[in-house]
């Protein structure tokens, strides 16, 4: 299982609202299964870091930045006319301090500057593997493919992890991902 938490910015200033699910490593369903297969073929030959578009969406101009850090830990964000749709971390729960890099990061630049020094808490999840996305308002018809995006791409991401578990904190994820 991937535990799953997407916090959505409110429009009017009060605290985010969060949402919290569980989702299967390896998808039952077979849209789950074609979008990971996807992503699988897109990801093989990537680099360890990148922004491109997403070929295999027709309907949508969707880019995706990625960057996957050693050991287990990756930063993705979606992109579209512009507009930043989804900014997220992975984290394996492979080193313990791959993950923690990876959240304070994503504390930094993304949870505090949003939501202010006392939003910590709304990363601070013990389940590993997680995916912890931050989901913009702009462009809110986009919101269920944004999410299904990120949960294929944790699910691939996290099956490739396990593969090559346990991993040398030192070895590098570029050309694996």
């Known amino acids: 299982m991937i535990q799953v938490r997407i916090i959505f910015p409110s429009e009017d200033g009060s605290p985010p609202t969060t949402q919290d699910s569980n989702i299967d490593l ?22 360890g870091q990148f922004r491109e578009r997403l070929p ?43 993950d923690e890099q990876m959240l304070m990061s994503l504390r930094s630049s993304i949870l505090d500057p949003m939501f202010g020094a006392g939003s910590t808490s709304l990363a601070d999840l013990p389940q590993r593997p997680l995916l912890v996305m931050v989901q913009f308002r702009e462009q809110p018809e986009l919101t269920p493919t944004i999410q299904l995006l990120a949960a294929a791409l944790a699910s691939v991401y996290f099956r490739a992890i396990r593969q090559i578990q346990p991993l040398p904190s030192s070895q590098p994820l570029s050309g694996i991902i």
């Open 56 to 98: 295999f969406l027709n309907k949508h101009e969707i880019e995706l930045e990625w960057t996957a850090a050693p050991a287990g830990a990756a930063f993705a964000a979606f992109y579209n006319a512009g507009d930043t749709l989804a900014m997220a971390v992975l984290l394996s729960g492979a080193d313990q301090t791959a």
């Open 26 to 47: 390896t998808p039952a369903l077979p849209q789950g299964v074609t979008v990971c297969n996807l992503f699988a073929g897109f990801l093989a030959g990537a680099p």
